[in-house]
């Protein structure tokens, strides 16, 4: 009986340590924006912190998409918070105009990715994404050669994650190397089948501002035949006299 007493003792207090870290990564609320923009799997794990679960936005998060992601993540549902959160903090960092404040954003995302990474299995899907965000930061961070790096090992983990190939992409055109942002770019396509709309898009892109109108056309018609949302490539190429349509 003393045991069960133990035992049902720290289940409960590992469940309000859980809670607390979850609240502690969400010492925020989204805008409506940042809301607008959040995957499902984030929305679904802030319904379910107390922070959340009190808000306006976590209140309307119906109970079958919390429970979809709780099963679809598995093990990395107790700490996406985290990812989640860094996700959040380089969207911030991006649009800070003070350097002090923005530095002090792009290292809550690291650490927000970092710990979500140590206590993420290795093996599980989530992975490369966590990983291509911490790329991203560490790109916004100026770390080209550790972004370089989260975005390979996003690529060892999922060989057919787009964003880690239009990450990388993304390093090759900050250093004034176009062609070879656009050989990354090409691989990525090849081996995520024509399926990534952000692979597509960014191609056809950088293709457009190389004058290569036809090809670029090509590409951005798969991109949006894949969902990408946004009109501005399609409207750059109507000016430029090769519409979609």
């Known amino acids: 009986m003393k045991l069960n007493r133990i035992c049902a003792a720290f289940a409960a207090t590992s469940s309000l ?14 805008t409506e924006a940042e809301w607008a923009t959040w995957p499902d799997m984030c929305k679904a794990r802030y319904a379910r912190t107390r922070i959340g679960g009190g ?7 119906p109970p079958a998409m ?11 549902w107790n700490y996406v918070h985290h990812h989640c959160a860094g996700m959040i903090y380089l969207d911030r960092a991006k649009l800070e105009p003070n350097p002090q404040q923005r ?20 093996t599980n899907p989530l992975v490369a994404e966590i990983r291509t965000r911490m790329g991203l930061t560490l790109r916004e961070a100026g770390d080209t050669g550790k972004a370089e790096e989260e975005f390979d090992q996003a690529l060892k983990v999922n060989r057919g994650y787009g964003s880690a190939y239009v990450g990388k992409a993304m390093l090759r055109r900050d250093a004034g190397k176009v062609d070879d942002a656009i050989a ?4 990525g396509n090849e081996v995520t089948e024509g ?12 293709l457009l501002q190389q004058g290569h109108y036809e090809e670029s056309r090509t590409f951005a018609r798969q991109a949006y035949a894949n969902g990408y949302p946004l009109p501005g490539l399609r409207d750059r190429l109507a000016r430029a006299g090769y519409p979609l349509d």
């Open 17 to 30: 340590w859980l809670v607390s870290f979850a609240a502690h990564a969400f010492m925020f609320t989204p």
């Open 55 to 61: 808000s306006t936005f976590g209140s309307e998060v």
């Open 66 to 76: 919390v429970e979809q992601w709780q099963t679809q993540l598995g093990d990395a």
């Open 103 to 122: 530095k002090f954003l792009l290292n809550r995302s690291i650490s927000e990715h970092n710990f979500a990474l140590e206590h993420t299995p290795p």
């Open 184 to 187: 990354v770019l090409r691989k």
């Open 195 to 206: 399926k990534s709309p952000e692979i597509s898009h960014f191609l056809a892109l950088l």
